[in-house]
């Protein structure tokens, strides 16, 4: 088995990063410098609000930002008003502010509420969790950063971009709530406020196959299922909804969701259901993928797409006057996300903007002229 490959893709506003084993996708990430996720981050903040109910606490952090501090994690015996010194567990995500846990440091806390230092991004998380794989970007600056902290021999960089088609499309695959089955089928994907919910379609030949065939594409599912949960980083309360198949059949399912589980640590299965669906929770960390671009996507990431699709096709008409035709509403968007626009026209040079109300979602592009 060949060692993990870290790709690290950067463009303006984005910096998307790809974990592949043996050429297949197992972590992917979004992150946008401009507003980080957070993780890992080491904060001064002050104790706010205790919050018995919650069995915890409510902190007041730097940028008008609340947290939460369980008693679990530090905020047990701690009193309003006091300072303390705090990393980010979990990202701010469904409404609710980051999750926090109490750190040790030198010397009392004192205010004001700041940030004392960025946490690892997803290039640096994944290569501790594999540290045989090798890192390949395709940003100089990137390149730099990451070779001062894991060393020049673990860092590849290359004109080239690192992210090729295939791979390209598996990230906006992430965006979609349709995942195509081999051998036909397809995962729909439904995340709410309350729970994801994921159902397993047999597709246009379901009547045709008997229980053998619709137990074959129900552990095939359930094991794309687990992945696209890890990639699309889903969490909380999770049901499934099995194809083809009798409530008193799908138990004997139970074996291949609890071996498509076991790879994530976060990913605990519960059991099935009284209406025959299988019941899963994950551990929340990270903004889930639908939060991140928006499902359908958001302005904002249709932008930074339409961007990031054009400073490739840009690199092929150096010196080429560029236009980025796109509704109103991606246009504001980009126009207010910190540093997007300045970063193409460092790249690529000076970008035409032309509003478009009826461009369609989907269709911003970035052409000459």
Do not use: Y
Request: proline share 10%; aromatic share 2%.
């Amino acid at each position: 088995m060949a060692a993990p490959l870290i790709l690290v893709s950067a463009s303006p506003g984005e910096q998307r990063t790809a974990l592949l084993a043996d050429g297949r996708l197992e972590a992917a990430f979004i992150e946008r410098p401009g507003r980080p996720e957070g993780i890992g981050d080491l904060h001064i903040a002050r104790l706010a609000a205790r919050a018995p109910a919650m069995a915890g606490a409510f902190l007041a952090m730097a940028g008008g930002e609340t947290g939460f501090l369980p008693d679990s994690a530090g905020a047990k015996g701690r009193g309003e008003g006091e300072w303390l010194r705090v990393a980010v567990t979990r990202a701010a995500q469904g409404g609710k502010g980051p999750r926090l846990a109490l750190r040790p440091g030198d010397g009392a806390p004192e205010g004001p509420p700041r940030l004392l230092e960025r946490g690892p991004d997803a290039p640096l998380r994944l290569a501790a969790a594999h540290p045989t794989a090798l890192l390949c970007t395709d940003d100089a600056a990137s390149a730099a950063r990451l070779r001062a902290a894991l060393g020049p021999e673990r860092v590849a960089f290359s004109t080239a971009p690192a992210f090729d088609d295939a791979l390209e499309t598996a990230f906006d695959l992430l965006a979609s709530p349709e995942v195509p089955l081999e051998g036909g089928g397809r995962l729909t994907i439904h995340p709410t406020p309350a729970l994801v919910a994921i159902d397993i379609d047999a597709g246009s030949a379901a009547g045709r196959r008997d229980a053998a065939a619709h137990r074959a594409l129900n552990t095939a599912a359930l094991a794309e299922a687990a992945r696209q949960i890890r990639l699309r980083h889903l969490a909380g309360a999770i049901l499934i909804d099995m194809a083809g198949l009798a409530v008193a059949r799908r138990k004997a399912l139970l074996p291949a969701m609890a071996e498509a589980a076991a790879p994530d640590p976060d990913l605990r299965l519960i059991g099935l259901t009284g209406l025959g669906l299988i019941e899963l929770q994950r551990r929340r960390t990270h903004r889930p993928w639908h939060e991140v671009v928006g499902l359908p996507p958001s302005p904002l990431s249709r932008g930074l797409l339409a961007l990031r699709r054009g400073l490739r096709d840009a690199a092929a008409r150096p010196g080429a006057p560029l236009t980025l035709t796109a509704s109103p509403a991606v246009l504001a968007a980009l126009r207010d996300w910190p540093g997007a626009l300045e970063e193409f026209h460092r790249a690529a040079g000076p970008l035409h903007l032309r509003p478009d109300p009826l461009c369609p979602p989907g269709q911003e592009h970035v052409h000459a002229g």
